[in-house]
């Protein structure tokens, strides 16, 4: 074990920040157009320092590095300080890229992945459906191939940033004859496509992040499809394997507590500041051992990577243990806000910040801890993961029924 | 950027696991826990043999020369068997008089301690005190040419058994004090624990030595008990787990293994998802000690804390898991639910330590 910054480390900071002197804040040409423009030039030249787009191989438009946790933490720290643009979250990156890259196409990944991580293309994910969600494969939307293109009839639902997205990546029924695993398929499908209706769900925090998805004889190009008719099952579970995964979650955690510490220091009880407070110590205490613990089995995990191991059971935790931390750090955080917890967010505050920032962002985050303990597996659908695959225990009831038939 | 243990870590995990599988079975297991003693001279040496009673000891003097990480992967091991001994009193003794020592006392112990062939313990917490070097309040007076030592420890581990005591003295330093020395009573006390049984051990006026570098070694030895302690409770939660996981693919009801049930199913996967990422914050705390040391008691503080309070709560959950025949004595499971609380308890609560790793960071 060694976990020092060593010479060659203290180098790579020195040039992390001294490219980023150079470019960020943008200035002169580099400034001109919106934001987002702003951003996406940044990235591009961000990967072509290998700063951004660690995993991804050069060929795709990404800096094809090799991992390493300690050079992606300064990268994390230094670009954090300065407030630059880093790896693009979203679906998009965290999802579709590493499907495409382990089933997609050559003229696919050329396509599609580099625009996705320099930010340029957006995504959105057509999975769940009204009927559809932890048991997903159960899917109704269908494609039929008619005249060499697939027409797509059907809904999807929680499609998050649906109104924005480009693109959609998406699970259809296509041979409905198969047993209900093998009929899937994976489609990229263009949101512009006529036939296409985007209806907004508000969420308990007022805003709508999420929508339903409705295609009434959407047609999509045959070359559309990733990996082979009736293997979209397969494909969807792509994982993705880079670093951004093993310390992605708990970068998070730790961000969100730090958050609650400055909130128990600003905060005042019986006049004097909350984390002065016996019981306000211990609970943060409490919840600063599930973080480091968070942390550090991400460490070991990218560690096990990078030697060619499986991070076995550790690897299946991760998002329940984020789950769980934003549950404690939602209910502390609510009782530091007293009074302030009566109180509505304004619309400036509805959107999830990192961490969340004044009373209104704690009461967001109460909610969306809610939210992510839904989205992209809920906690009871991670338990059953971690039961079955984790702990070699029966798979349940209705899924052995399915497998027999 | 490293964050993995070497193959020669590895190796010495997995050889103190399976010297354990083959000397430390559930039958002797369960004759100590029912019998007159904690201690199984056999088991002790073989331990001596491998080199694990002596790991952080200088090779000069025959040890191993290794780190606390290392001799805390041991602990993690000796916790999933529910191993017995003096491990834990010896380890911190010997590493006191490393750490602490002068070059006559290091000569005239470490070798005999390194070998296994003396056992020392600590004696820390006295009567209505506390564990901290600040409380403690036994004696050291000059009487002619020598030191005498007044005063009563309690809980002390394998105290029936050790050659040697190092004592906290008042002022927060150290004495060695010899078992054979007159003006030691050792008593038995009743511990919960039947695998790290304590005693008591009053001082009348016995003759004792201070340790040159007490003052600076106590707080270290704290920080080193409290990752050894978060060790043995990965080791324990651990096999709790598994030793519900084994009871859920085999104990049927209402025609299927109770493995089956969702219920059962998220109980197991909440106690596994509880414990396994904590595993990476005993070795950080470890590596602190070894290479960090601002970090070193903090880290250590908030392990303790964290892995005893993980251990006590799944070792209750393993009792629920196991139905009526976990509240037997005859349940193994109560073997770790005892470890549990010696865990917890031993060196101070999480509670005291949560409030140290506030302290410490300054909160």
Same mark, same amino acid.
């Given at each position: ?28 040409? #580099?400034?001109k ?30 800096s ?24 693009v ?7 579709l890229?590493?499907? +495409? ?21 957006h995504?959105c ?17 269908? #494609? ?30 296509t041979?409905?004859? #198969? ?49 082979k ?9 792509s994982? +993705?394997?880079?670093e ?11 961000? +969100? ?7 128990a ?34 460490y ?13 059971? #550790? ?36 959107v ?14 109460n909610?969306?801890? +809610? ?8 906690a ?26 | ?20 599988e083959?000397?430390?079975? =559930? ?5 100590? $826990?029912? @019998? ?47 191993? /017995? ?27 005999r ?8 313990? !600590? *004696?820390?917490?006295? /009567? ?18 020598g030191?005498?030592?007044? @005063? ?16 906290? $003295?008042?002022g927060?330093?150290?004495?060695? $004090? ?6 030691v ?6 511990g919960?624990?039947?695998t ?13 030595? !201070? ?11 704290r ?7 978060? *060790? ?30 969702? =219920? ?11 414990i ?8 950080? =705390?470890?590596? *602190? ?7 070193? /008691? ?13 251990f ?13 025949i976990?509240?037997t ?7 770790w639910y ?26």
């Open positions: 074990m060694d976990l020092r910054y060593s010479k060659e480390y203290e180098e790579y900071r020195r040039k992390v920040r001294e490219f980023l002197k150079s470019h960020w804040p943008p200035s002169g040409e #580099a400034a157009g919106s934001e987002a423009e702003q951003a996406t030039r940044f990235r591009a030249l961000a990967i072509s320092h290998g700063c951004v787009a660690r995993s991804i191989p050069t060929t795709y438009g990404g094809g590095q090799p991992p390493d946790v300690l050079k992606a933490v300064i990268i994390a720290e230094e670009f954090g300080r300065v407030h630059a643009p880093g790896d979250r979203g679906i998009g990156a965290s999802m890229v590493p499907t +495409l890259l382990e089933h997609g196409r050559e003229d696919q990944k050329h396509r599609f992945i580099p625009p996705t991580i320099c930010g340029e293309m995504w994910q057509g999975y769940s459906e009204p009927g559809s969600g932890s048991d997903l494969a159960s899917l109704k939307t269908r #494609a039929e191939l008619i005249d060499g293109e697939w027409v797509v009839n059907g809904q999807k639902i929680w499609t998050s940033g649906a109104q924005i997205a480009q693109y959609m990546f998406c699970l259809c029924r041979e409905p004859d #198969a047993p209900k695993h093998a009929g899937i398929s994976y489609l990229l499908i263009d949101m512009a496509s006529p036939g296409i209706d985007v209806r907004p769900l508000r969420q308990m925090t007022g805003t709508a992040d999420f929508n339903e998805v409705f295609f009434t004889n959407v047609r999509v190009p045959m070359d559309s499809i990733v990996g008719r009736g293997e979209g099952w397969a494909v969807s579970r994982t +993705l394997k880079h951004r995964n093993m310390i992605g979650d708990a970068a998070g955690s730790r961000a +969100l507590f730090e958050g609650l510490l400055r909130l220091r600003e905060t005042k009880r019986n006049g004097k500041r909350a984390i002065d407070d016996p019981g306000v110590r211990q609970q943060l205490a409490t919840i600063e051992g599930y973080v480091l613990s968070h942390q550090y089995s991400g070991r995990q990218l560690t096990q990577a990078a030697r060619g191991k499986d991070a076995g059971i #550790a690897g299946m935790m991760n998002k329940l243990t984020s789950t769980n931390i934003g549950h404690s750090v939602a209910k502390l955080a609510l009782d530091l806000l007293g009074d302030e917890g009566l109180v509505a967010p304004n619309n400036e505050a509805r999830m910040g990192l961490p969340p920032r004044g009373h209104a962002g704690w009461i967001i985050q909610m969306w801890s +809610l939210g992510v303990a839904i989205a992209g597996g809920s009871n659908i991670q338990r059953n993961v971690i039961a079955e695959r984790g702990l070699g225990l029966p798979r349940d009831f209705a899924a052995q029924r399915e497998s027999s038939r | 950027m490293n964050f993995g243990l070497s193959d020669e870590q590895e190796l010495l995990q997995d050889t103190a696991h399976r010297f354990l083959e000397r430390w079975p =559930a039958q002797k297991r369960r004759a100590l $826990v029912d @019998g007159a003693s904690g201690h199984d001279a056999d088991l002790w040496r073989g331990m001596a043999e491998l080199g694990l009673v002596g790991l952080m000891v200088e090779e000069k003097a025959g040890g191993a020369g290794l780190e606390l990480l290392d001799l805390a992967l041991v602990a993690e091991v000796l916790g999933r068997f529910a191993a /017995p001994g003096p491990f834990l009193g010896h380890s911190l003794a010997t590493l006191a008089l490393s750490l602490g020592g002068s070059e006559a006392q290091k000569e005239r112990w470490l070798p301690l390194a070998s296994g062939e003396a056992i020392a313990t !600590l *004696a820390l917490l006295e /009567p209505g005190g506390g564990w901290d070097p600040a409380e403690w309040g036994v004696t050291v007076t000059s009487a002619g040419a030191l005498r030592i007044s @005063g009563e420890k309690l809980h002390v581990p394998a105290a029936e058994i050790a050659d040697l005591f190092v004592v906290g $003295v008042a927060g330093g150290l004495a060695l $004090v010899e078992r054979t020395t007159e003006g009573r050792i008593e038995a006390i009743e919960v624990d039947r790290r049984r304590v005693g008591r051990v009053g001082f009348a006026g016995a003759v004792a030595n !201070l340790l040159p570098g007490g003052n600076e070694a106590a707080p270290r030895l920080d080193a008990g409290l990752v050894l302690l978060a *060790a043995d409770a990965f080791g324990g939660a651990s096999r709790c787990v598994e030793l519900s996981v084994e009871y859920a693919k085999t104990r049927v009801q209402f025609g299927v293994t109770i493995g089956h049930f969702q =219920a059962v199913k998220h109980q197991l996967a909440n106690m596994a998802v509880e396994e990422p904590a595993r990476s914050l005993y070795w950080y =705390a470890a590596h *602190a000690f070894d290479h960090l040391p601002a970090e070193a /008691p903090r880290h250590a503080a908030l392990a303790k804390a964290h892995l005893t309070d993980r006590m709560q799944i070792a209750r959950d393993t009792v629920e898991a196991h139905g009526g976990g509240f004595w005859e349940c193994d499971v109560q073997i005892k470890r549990a609380m010696f865990d917890r308890a031993f060196l101070g609560t999480p509670a005291l330590h949560r409030e140290r790793a506030a302290r410490l960071a300054g909160w």
